[in-house]
């Protein structure tokens, strides 16, 4: 597609897991083929994850500025957002009025949310300490004594709610409040995803933090403080009633998508169906499962296809979807592996132990070990290599 004397052009939408994963792949694959530009608005990478302690009082969540990360990478950042693609003519446009001419593009744009209720605390990964803080005060000082976390039956992020009931139990128990914590879930088990001894390992901890687990059921909550079940059409009474948003696709007009939640499909390559040199990765595609270990596996191969088309030698190997969770209670973490299949995941391990290095609660290949040698740079007041020239 190229000659040695011009590198392809890669746009890349989006600048959180995925996207900067493929940065990270394409300067491995790319061999000097390949040109990025990075489309996205962000002046910072949040690693969200960790945002599940700040209302416990633990440490914030990690936050990178994003001239740091993209440091030495040869990218060039465009800080402004895709508005929509012309994948005829091989350009997009953005919000801001530019237009970028592409010869592949990879879309990692994350999922938008919604709330599914407006009779419960939908969380936003960015309120968390804000919205929860308040509620954890008044647990600790024993005015709310019931507390429901709901699970959203459509695509969501499936951890940190079971992180919230464990540490929202536990906070309870030191404080010695009378408090019944309760999780509903519409798995057929806990964290059924991670597989059966993940799975298990879930409902010893979630029984031993004395979080009453209520499986295989879907909510609806019509009024405050009131949720009903569903199939068993009982009513539960909670004072305080939290939920995760329900997440969707990213709905690019010139982009195709699929099913009734917008989401793109792809193969395993990374390529999005009927559409030629465009490829996504991440919350984005239509792969049922959301997490962030897996936005990196499909960002490796999206990044194989996007240097191959570039004329670099390699084979795309596609991705073999494997979940990685690390479930935190507050002062342990759980590390669970499994492959993805379907809504019970096989090959199940779990353990006190790390199951993969750099044991971070996000499993990316490469960007875990970036993030790291960033942090080590700040705690050393180290310089970033010089940045390469393109
Ligand atoms: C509280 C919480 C805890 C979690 N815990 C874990 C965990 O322990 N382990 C795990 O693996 N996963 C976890 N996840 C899930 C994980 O964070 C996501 O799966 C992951 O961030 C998805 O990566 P992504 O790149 O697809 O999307 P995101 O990380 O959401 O990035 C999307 C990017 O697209 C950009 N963007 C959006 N629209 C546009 C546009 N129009 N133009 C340009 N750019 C745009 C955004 O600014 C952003 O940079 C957690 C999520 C939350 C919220």
Not at 56 to 64: D, K, L, T
Not at 204 to 214: F, Y
Not at 294 to 309: G, T
Not at 344 to 366: C, M, Q, V, Y
């Amino acid at each position: 597609m190229s000659s040695s004397f011009e590198p392809a052009r890669v746009v890349i939408a989006g600048a959180g897991v995925a996207a900067l994963e493929a940065v990270l792949a394409l300067r491995d694959y790319g061999q000097g083929r390949v040109r990025v530009s990075l489309l996205a608005p962000d002046d910072t990478f949040i690693y969200r994850p960790t945002s599940v302690g700040e209302p416990f009082g633990h440490a914030r969540a990690q936050s990178f500025p994003m001239e740091a990360v993209l440091d030495g990478l040869a990218v060039d950042h465009v800080t402004d957002r895709l508005k929509w693609v012309d994948s005829e003519a091989r350009q997009v446009h953005t919000e801001g009025g530019q237009q970028l001419d592409y010869d592949a593009l990879l879309l990692a744009l994350g999922a938008r949310r919604h709330a599914w209720t407006e009779h419960a605390l939908t969380l936003e990964p960015e309120l968390m300490d804000e919205q929860l803080h308040g509620i954890v005060q008044d647990l600790e000082g024993g005015w709310v004594r019931s507390l429901a976390f709901i699970a959203p039956t459509g695509a969501a992020w499936p951890l940190p709610l079971y992180e919230l009931a464990l540490m929202s139990a536990g906070r309870a128990y030191e404080s010695y409040a009378d408090a019944t914590v309760t999780l509903i879930t519409p798995e057929e088990s806990p964290l059924a995803v991670f597989g059966q001894a993940a799975s298990d390992a879930v409902s010893k901890l979630l029984a031993a933090h004395g979080v009453q687990t209520i499986t295989s059921t879907q909510c609806a909550v019509h009024k405050s403080g009131t949720i009903t079940l569903h199939p068993s059409g009982e009513e539960l009474q909670a004072q305080r009633i939290v939920t995760m948003p329900e997440l969707s696709g990213p709905a690019i007009p010139g982009i195709p998508h699929h099913g009734d939640h917008g989401f793109l499909r792809v193969d395993r390559y990374g390529r999005v169906t009927d559409l030629e040199r465009v490829y996504a990765a991440g919350d984005t595609v239509d792969f049922p499962i959301k997490q962030g270990g897996l936005a990196a596996q499909q960002a490796d191969a999206a990044a194989e296809s996007i240097a191959a088309l570039a004329g670099a030698e390699i084979k795309p190997k596609g991705v073999v979807p494997m979940l990685y969770g690390a479930l935190w209670d507050g002062e342990r973490t759980l590390y669970m592996r499994a492959r993805a299949t379907g809504t019970r995941g096989s090959s199940s391990r779990a353990g006190w132990t790390p199951l993969w290095e750099p044991a971070g609660k996000i499993n990316a290949r490469l960007l875990s070990a970036h993030l790291e040698t960033i942090r080590d740079r700040a705690l050393t007041g180290e310089a970033a290599p010089a940045r390469n020239p393109s």
